[in-house]
């Protein structure tokens, strides 16, 4: 696949802030003159949302690490194909809230699928696709909970979740920050605007490199 749009993402627990820092990102894209595509993760195409109502649905069985494993790969199969890849292709920049980091840490921390059927999945699903550059908001269960429950939307089925299910997603993501160079980690448990300031000085710097020549 030849492309020449770059490709972020966006990575945190429930209530780590990345809907509000992706307005950051965002905006500071569109500042610097890059032309970027807004999307997320379980979703970004009307049947991808569609697979992402199922996963955060509560249901009355219980549900197994393998099907949310499957679903969510279904969505991201779709979201790939139809919106990420031509985009890409085309010159425009992705900036996608979650995507692979978050099915290690949630499918394969949280609910213990073995790591090496995910890497089959992602392979297969992928390719060669992968994030030029990924944000991880960085936050203590505890904090990130508390921010969660001052919201008034009802929890959705992920976010019912116990505490040391958090715990080990969190674990999860550090571990990926450890292993891949792309991942940069952003202390999001600061003041939102110091969050916000930390988060456009990792994208300035990677406009910088890559923008002129893209
Ligand atoms: N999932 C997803 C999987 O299990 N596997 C996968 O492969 C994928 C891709 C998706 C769910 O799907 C799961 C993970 C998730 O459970 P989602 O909507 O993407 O759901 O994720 P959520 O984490 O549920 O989104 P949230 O909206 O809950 O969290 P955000 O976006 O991280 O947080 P945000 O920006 O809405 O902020 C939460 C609150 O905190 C405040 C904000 O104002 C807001 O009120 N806040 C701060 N307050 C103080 N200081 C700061 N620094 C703050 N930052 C934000």
Redesign the pocket.
């Known amino acids: 696949m030849t492309r020449r749009g770059r490709f972020i993402t966006?990575e945190?627990?429930?209530?780590?802030?990345?809907?509000?820092?992706?307005d950051a990102v965002c905006d500071h894209l569109a500042a610097c003159g890059v032309d970027y595509y807004p999307t997320?993760?379980?979703?970004g195409t009307p049947m991808a949302e569609a697979l992402?109502n199922l996963?955060?649905s509560r249901w009355e069985e219980s549900v197994s690490g393998l099907s949310?494993?499957l679903v969510?790969?279904a969505?991201?199969a779709q979201h790939i194909e139809n919106e990420i890849i031509p985009r890409l292709q085309r010159g425009q920049w992705v900036v996608c809230?979650?995507?692979?980091?978050?099915?290690?840490?949630?499918?394969g921390h949280?609910?213990k699928v073995p790591l090496a059927r995910i890497e089959q999945l992602e392979t297969w699903v992928q390719g060669q696709l992968q994030p030029d550059l990924t944000l991880y908001?960085d936050?203590a269960v505890e904090?990130?909970q508390r921010?969660?429950d001052?919201?008034e939307a009802e929890k959705?089925?992920?976010?019912l979740e116990q505490r040391d299910f958090f715990t080990r997603v969190r674990e999860g993501y550090l571990q990926r920050a450890e292993q891949h160079k792309r991942i940069v980690v952003i202390n999001?448990?600061?003041?939102?605007a110091?969050?916000?300031e930390d988060v456009v000085q990792v994208v300035s710097r990677f406009v910088d490199q890559h923008h002129k020549g893209s």
């Open positions: 966006l945190g627990s429930e209530g780590a802030g990345k809907s509000t820092n992706m997320r993760e379980p979703g992402r996963l955060l949310e494993l969510v790969f969505a991201r809230d979650r995507f692979t980091d978050a099915t290690f840490a949630y499918q949280g609910r908001l936050v904090v990130a921010r969660v001052a919201r959705d089925r992920l976010e999001a448990g600061q003041e939102l110091q969050v916000q």
